[in-house]
């Protein structure tokens, strides 16, 4: 600062000095080129009648005019296009247990209670006009009654009322529909019993997932199992509200109102598309119906809520589109800052793009505002299109530029509650031929049906993936390893407990120990086998994991063949369920932040099904599981899920692999992005663009 003042007063006395003197030519020293950056002090002596008056002139040289930031606008600042791969199974929301129809579900369609901005653990009103609670009453002193009140003057897409008899009948037709491949075990435990799954259960539990044979049962038993699902749902109409009777105190019940499967439907729509017709006498010839049975009717392949968006149209295999429901009801936002009204997205285009080349291409020429990418090794090719990045949130806080010309924002910080796996069926069905297992017998070109039953297999598998490969070459060394059951962080977890580590001798030594033997009396070892491991298609990331795995087997013998095959997302889906996969590569988004959400997928529900595992251990798994969920006490609890832990270790019919992390990729012409651990996907309500 001192010498910027020093110039200043020199400035001001050279140009006050008058002298006295002859008349003479005026002398000019003529300024030199300016330097870029650079201030030049050129005296110039000027004739004024009879004084020479010393003058000083000021040139400053003007540094080249930088090239104008690049502006990042979108052709069309009201519609949002995503590419992405994987194709909905289902748009019923009774049923729809994925996260590409979840996507759609939860922008068509409005929950009792929604996530409070970016917390997956605290709620805000929604259909409700408060969130239940024992302060308003809302919640009774025992625990077991969930009253809400029911917003008024909510309308459905089609113009009709919703009403509080909309409201419980979509959750009592949820529950009557049933079926394993659904999520309605996550409200048939809280109110029907701990350690059910099925409403099936209540009639006969050998009927599960069996329609047929449901629809044979005695039918006093199936009324009296659907009279007590409407008993413990009860819509007041005078007092506009719904209540929720449960089986025993349920602390994860908001959680479990606030995901997908918590919309509220309209009863005289579901109907009329050939949902259950609200009757006790018939609602087991509505149960257990397959995403393909409800496709074939309105209630799969359309949707009509009374959400932000309607359904313009799903194309299968290429696009879902969506248009803004411009009468929207919501009028306050509900939380500071948050929408009102009408969304500002005007259109929302879903493309399904299998190749990431082809969905990278669309990112860069800015025909796509965001895309999927298949795994994080594709996180390279995407830095190379990035100018802006951020932390967790982008805010003018956590976000800088690092390259003006760059077209895309990158989101990091965030932590995922997902994870891929390694899932083995100890039993795949053969019925109408499984070409996954080949010959189907101990032959060298095939395996037989229930291969994984020997736990001498299952655990040389574990010892044969290279996890330190996976890590590092493609997670990018991005994520956690995760040795138990529930995440990283949640309760039970135990850093401490053993867990399986790539290693070659015991794999081999696992191999040798196996009891199969072929026909000829040859061991495995000898033999060999032929096997298929699956993926869903455009996953890169899964396909690295089959790969990997498969390599290492047949290079500790080359007998031993694991072919790996990508499905389409609804294909891949289904021979899950129909336990077809010998083995399969697959994951898990959590529905609420409780371990009880893990430990009953991954041994008595979604996959301990589709594994086929074996009776007796689903009845360990479930006993405990059941013990462990309604313990308050958290340190007790952690110590009930200890044997848990120990029993899928020492039983090992999946291999747990990492927690990954998190980023997100986005054209710099999208605002108001806002990453919550819990949605399914992008709820486009939120966004604006430029």
């Known amino acids: 600062m001192r010498n910027k003042l020093f110039v200043l007063a020199s400035l001001v006395i050279i140009a006050s000095m008058v002298l006295t003197a002859c008349a003479q030519p005026t002398a000019t020293t003529a300024p030199q080129p300016a330097q870029p950056g650079v201030t030049q002090i050129v005296q110039t002596s000027v004739v004024k009648e009879t004084q020479i008056v010393k003058e000083v002139q000021v040139v400053t040289a003007t540094p080249p005019a930088a090239a104008p930031a690049k502006e990042f606008k979108s052709k069309d600042p009201t519609t949002y296009t995503h590419a992405t791969f994987g194709d909905v199974d289902t748009l019923d929301p009774a049923l729809d247990y994925e996260t590409a129809g979840g996507e759609v579900v939860q922008n068509v369609y409005d929950t009792l209670i929604w996530y409070n901005k970016g917390d997956p653990n605290s709620f805000v009103p929604n259909l409700a006009t408060e969130v239940p609670s024992l302060e308003n009453g809302g919640i009774s002193a025992d625990g077991k009654s969930f009253t809400f009140k029911v917003r008024q003057g909510v309308k459905f897409h089609d113009g009709s009322d919703m009403t509080v008899d909309d409201v419980a009948y979509t959750f009592q037709r949820g529950i009557l529909q049933g079926g394993s491949a659904s999520p309605q075990w996550l409200l048939v435990e809280p109110i029907l019993g701990v350690g059910l799954a099925d409403i099936a259960e209540l009639v006969d539990p050998a009927l599960v997932d069996d329609p047929a044979g449901l629809a044979k049962a005695d039918p006093a038993k199936l009324e009296a199992a659907c009279k007590k699902v409407t008993d413990a749902i009860v819509a007041d109409k005078a007092a506009n509200t719904v209540t929720f009777k449960l089986a025993q105190p349920w602390g994860p019940l908001m959680a479990t109102l606030a995901n997908a499967w918590g919309s509220v439907q309209s009863k005289a729509w579901v109907i009329k598309g050939g949902g259950w017709d609200g009757d006790c006498k018939t609602w087991q010839n509505f149960y257990g119906k397959t995403s393909a049975e409800l496709n074939a009717t309105p209630l799969g392949s359309t949707a009509m809520g009374t959400g932000p968006y309607m359904l313009d149209h799903w194309t299968p295999t290429e696009e879902i589109v969506m248009k803004a429901n411009e009468n929207y009801w919501r009028t306050e936002p509900a939380w500071e800052g948050g929408p009102t009204g009408a969304p500002r997205i005007k259109t929302v285009i879903i493309k399904e793009v299998t190749e990431f080349s082809t969905r990278y291409a669309m990112l860069q020429a800015g025909d796509a505002d965001s895309i999927a990418v298949g795994s994080q090794s594709d996180w390279g090719q995407m830095d190379q299109l990035v100018g802006e990045t951020c932390d967790k949130v982008v805010s003018a806080a956590t976000c800088k530029p690092t390259d003006p010309n760059k077209p895309l924002r990158r989101v990091t910080g965030n932590v995922a509650v997902s994870r891929t796996d390694v899932f083995l069926n100890f039993k795949m069905n053969t019925e109408g031929g499984n070409n996954f297992i080949g010959s189907g017998k101990l032959d060298g070109n095939g395996i037989p049906p229930d291969f994984f039953s020997d736990e001498h297999v299952r655990k040389a598998f574990a010892y044969c993936f ?188 999946t291999l747990f692999l990492y927690l990954a992390g998190t980023r997100r990729y986005e054209q710099r012409w999208v605002q108001d992005w806002l990453y919550n651990a819990i949605y399914t996907g992008q709820i486009f309500y939120n966004y604006a663009k430029q």
């Open 466 to 653: 290279n996890y330190d490969t996976y890590f590092k070459d493609v997670m990018l060394s991005e994520g956690e390893r995760s040795i138990n059951v529930m995440l990283p962080g949640q309760i039970g977890y135990n850093d401490q407990d053993p867990y399986y580590t790539y290693d070659l001798k015991k794999c081999e030594e696992e191999f040798k120990a196996s009891t199969w033997k072929a026909a000829d009396g040859k061991s495995l070892w000898d033999t060999g086998f032929r096997m298929t491991a699956t993926y869903n298609t455009g996953n890169t990331a899964r396909q690295s994991v089959a790969q990997i795995l498969g390599s290492e087997i047949s290079a500790i013998n080359p007998k031993f063949v694991v072919e790996v095959t990508g499905l389409p997302w609804p294909t891949f889906l289904a021979n899950q369920r129909a336990k077809k996969l010998p083995l399969f590569i697959s994951g898990w988004l959590e529905d609420i932040s409780d371990p009880h959400n893990w430990v009953v997928p991954y041994t008595t529900g979604t996959y301990g099904s589709r594994q086929s595992m074996p009776a007796d251990l689903k009845k360990q798994f479930g006993d405990l599981a059941s013990a462990a969920v309604v313990e308050v006490d958290p340190a007790k609890r952690a110590a009930l899920y200890a044997p848990i832990n120990k029993l899928f270790y020492d039983n090992i019919p």
